[in-house]
């Protein structure tokens, strides 16, 4: 069973930075995509960025030049570099991985970490 465990989330101050990990139980080569999402209190959940295996990046808008999302394959880890972090960066995070087996798609998610910017 594919365990995704984030790491590194906690309380900062507007204008602060924090880098969240996502440990994978297994090879991250196996999903085609991984990514972090966000909830904050009373919204759905939405994309922040995402990379696949072979290196295509997207950004949510909102984070674009403030964010920055790597993987390190040999780690099976994925880190989201947070700058400039605002308060209505408040959420709880979530890492998501992917995997396409031919017709059949898996999402995997793990439990979440919280971020907290106050101003």
């Known amino acids: 069973q594919v365990q995704l465990v984030e790491s590194g989330g906690g309380l900062v101050q507007f204008g602060g930075s924090l880098r969240l990990s996502c440990a994978a139980s297994?090879?991250?080569?196996?999903?085609?995509?991984m990514g972090w999402f966000r909830q904050g209190p009373g919204k759905e959940r939405e994309l922040v960025a995402t990379?696949?295996?072979?290196?295509?990046?997207t950004y949510a808008d909102s984070v674009k030049g403030r964010f920055t999302i790597s993987r390190d394959n040999a780690k099976n880890t994925v880190y989201l570099q947070m700058n400039s972090l605002k308060p209505e960066d408040t959420s709880v995070y979530y890492c998501?991985?992917?995997?396409?087996?031919?017709?059949?798609?898996?999402?995997?998610w793990g439990q979440g970490t919280q971020v907290t910017v106050s101003s």
């Open positions: 990379i696949t295996t072979d290196g295509d990046i």
């Open positions: 998501s991985a992917r995997a396409l087996v031919r017709t059949l798609r898996y999402d995997y």
């Open positions: 297994t090879t991250i080569s196996t999903f085609n995509t």
